[in-house]
């Protein structure tokens, strides 16, 4: 068997090497634009995960991909400030409320730079 197909073979006009999943991987060939309207493809193994973005060869600006596929929406939630926290906790009129409360104490004296140290006095209201 082996033998007989290796007879009459030429050498170096053939190779014994199996081809199947190296030379014939599955390809795709994604087309890019670039923000200056430079069109070029690129070959990807199927299996790759394309990237949306790609930068382009010719000007170095951002391409997009011409079938439009867009960057995966990222799931990284907004930065949430403290001013967010405090709001999903406390209206606006509450707030004023509060900074009323702080300012007449700071202005009565109970609040201020020697506030930490005198301490002791309880708040009046909550
Ligand atoms: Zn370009």
Not at 6 to 27: H, M, N, P, Q, Y
Not at 78 to 101: F, G, K, N, V, Y
Not at 115 to 123: C, D, I, L, P, Q
Request: glycine fraction near 8%.
């Amino acid at each position: 068997m082996a033998d007989r197909s290796l007879r009459g073979t030429g050498l170096g006009s053939k190779s014994f090497e199996d081809e199947t999943g190296v030379e014939f991987a599955a390809r795709q060939e994604v087309g890019y634009i670039c923000s200056n309207k430079h069109e070029y493809s690129l070959t990807f193994a199927v299996e790759a995960e394309v990237p949306a973005v790609w930068e382009c060869p010719r000007c170095g600006a951002e391409s997009l991909r011409l079938d439009g596929t867009k960057a995966e929406a990222k799931d990284e939630k907004p930065a949430r400030t403290h001013w967010d926290m405090l709001r999903e906790r406390r209206s606006i009129p509450e707030l004023e409320e509060l900074l009323a409360e702080r300012l007449d104490l700071l202005r009565s004296g109970e609040l201020g730079p020697n506030y930490a140290t005198v301490g002791g006095k309880t708040r009046k209201s909550a």
